[in-house]
């Protein structure tokens, strides 16, 4: 029956991961899915629950998880291809002065951002959500669009779900950015995390001293903590096991990035010191300018960090770190994370059936996502599938397999330009290829910006890597009289570098042989880890 027929009801079989616990695994099984949840998890010879017994399950011939849910991203940034990192760095404050690093992402994103005129917003939102569920990612985090007025959401709101919009109550929403942007006052900043259901919030980013003032500067002269059970701290890398601990004490949370880590400073965070404290950890890809092009490739990057380093991170606990710990972190694991009744069907699909189900999915590429659904409705998979599933939408290839992608929204805004992703493709090409023309632009508008002259109406791009948007993803919190975090107005008045074409980063690895080639000749990373992740494709 077609899941869009009345009442709404289908069914998927394969191979289930619920991921409830290790080794919790259908050998072989039927999902059924009523609306947007899972109505019963069946395993194969036990009947239908009822009204499904004339509903012919979906046959995937694959493996069934929950859909891969990410916490640390850029997601505007993602258009940009993996930069050549020049040099090892202390902390983040430093790489973002880079010349390379302006030329190559910096700039760019400022182009595009700035010298819009009106057309490339939403390309950019289309595509990014398309690198998002081509991977198995059903929910991702780091949206960040202002109008001229203030901060909205619309434009990504769409078929990806968005820790930051969420669906209260149900899904409560995220924090990921501090609202006055100095942070000065530490009351204030603590009563936000107080406040907050999950606050995403980038921490000691780095593995130097200045890393580590970060984290410190959350304690105030008489000794309170700014931590709270809704802090999730993204990368921690400056921090050590005394600093864990501390974070246990307070119910906090870790999202690690480990290939960003280690291009930028050719280490990682202290992980296995965070486990050992009872800290939940959770996996994020960073972006595409210094991280995977997506969650599935930062689930490779993290099992041969942990092989590498020998931080004794099971297959079990690396997926985990992409399904029920971030649900867990935001608030969410009673409705995602895992497959059972009741839950959201928000699910993921890989061809196979055999071997290890942990270590399958790590190993998938691509091209080898059968489904992709989110809310009960398939949003992505092979043709033969959406059909089979009663999907529809926009034909595209990965590698040399036909895929069908659904990006419609019943509630999306109508003042929001409908684009295809093919269309979207074409305008970014366009426009990475004619930075030198689009600067000039950019750079009139920013002024326009900064002397409060700015006429136009609409929406841009907030960059919450450069600009004073009121979006600031670090606390500028004091500590030892010195104001930690970037200072980004003072980096953006430095003068600008001259651009040049660059080429759209590619919807997958399988689709771009240049990642590959980029990170096998990444300096930074330690011997092997580049081609080791490589030898997965």
């Not at 997601?75 to 050549?84: A, C, D, M």
């Not at 059936?353 to 590429?365: E, F, Q």
């Not at 980096?491 to 570098?497: G, R, S, W, Y």
């Amino acid at each position: 029956m077609s899941p869009a027929a009345g009442p709404k009801r289908w069914a998927l079989s394969g191979r289930i991961v619920t991921m409830a616990a290790e080794g919790d695994v259908i050998k072989s099984g039927t999902i059924f899915i009523e609306d947007s949840r899972i109505a019963a998890v069946v395993p194969k010879g036990q009947p239908a629950p009822t009204g499904f017994e004339t509903v012919a399950p979906v046959v995937t011939g694959g493996t069934i998880y929950p859909g891969l849910i990410e916490l640390h991203n850029h997601l505007s940034y993602n258009i940009l291809p993996l930069w050549q990192v020049p040099q090892l760095y202390g902390n983040r404050d430093q790489w973002q002065n880079a010349k390379s690093y302006k030329t190559s992402v910096t700039g760019p994103m400022s182009a595009i951002a700035l010298a819009d005129d009106g057309s490339l917003l939403p390309a950019l939102v289309r595509y990014v959500e398309a690198k998002c569920m081509v991977a198995g990612t059903t929910t991702s985090q780091g949206i960040t669009l202002s109008n001229w007025s203030g901060t909205i959401h619309k434009y990504y709101k769409g078929a990806l779900r968005a820790a930051e919009i969420g669906s209260p109550p149900d899904l409560p929403r995220a924090h990921s950015k501090i609202p006055d942007i100095d942070a000065e006052d530490w009351a204030k900043f603590d009563n936000e995390l107080k406040s907050s259901s999950c606050f995403l919030l980038h921490l000691s980013e780095g593995i130097d001293t200045k890393a580590h003032s970060h984290f410190l500067a959350l304690r105030n002269p008489q000794g309170d903590w700014a931590l709270e059970p809704s802090l999730a701290g993204i990368h921690c890398t400056a921090l050590d096991a005394t600093d864990f601990g501390t974070m246990a004490e307070n119910h906090a949370k870790v999202v690690w990035s480990p290939l960003s880590n280690l291009l930028l400073y050719g280490k990682t965070t202290d992980v296995v010191a965070a486990r050992t404290a009872g800290l939940t950890i959770a996996l994020g890809s960073d972006w595409s300018p210094s991280g995977s092009k997506n969650l599935l490739g930062e689930l490779k990057a993290a099992k041969v960090v942990s092989a590498h380093f020998s931080l004794g991170f099971s297959d079990y606990d690396i997926v985990s770190m992409a399904t029920r710990n971030p649900a867990a972190i935001l608030k969410w694991d009673p409705k995602l994370g895992t497959i059972a009744s009741g839950k959201f069907a928000d699910l993921l699909v890989v061809k196979g059936v055999t071997g290890d189900p942990y270590g399958h999915l790590i190993k998938s590429r691509e091209q080898d996502i059968v489904l992709v659904t989110i809310g009960g409705r398939p949003r992505y998979g092979t043709k033969t599938v959406m059909q089979k599933a009663g999907g529809s939408g926009e034909a595209l290839k990965v590698g040399s397999s036909a895929r069908v992608i659904d990006f419609s929204s019943a509630d999306q805004d109508p003042g929001i330009e409908k684009i295809s992703l093919a269309e979207a493709t074409t305008r970014l090409r366009a426009a990475l290829g004619n930075l030198g023309t689009l600067q000039p632009h950019s750079l009139a508008m920013s002024d326009a910006i900064a002397r409060g002259a700015a006429s136009r109406t609409g929406w841009r791009l907030a960059l919450d890597e450069q600009f004073g948007n009121n979006v600031q993803l670090r606390p500028r919190l004091e500590y030892a009289g010195v104001r930690t975090g970037p200072d980004l107005l003072a980096t953006d008045a430095a003068a600008p570098e001259p651009l040049h074409p660059i080429k759209l980063d590619g919807l997958t690895v399988a689709d771009d042989p240049v990642f590959i080639d980029t990170l096998k000749s990444e300096s930074n990373l330690p011997q092997g880890i580049g081609a080791a992740i490589a030898a997965f494709y």
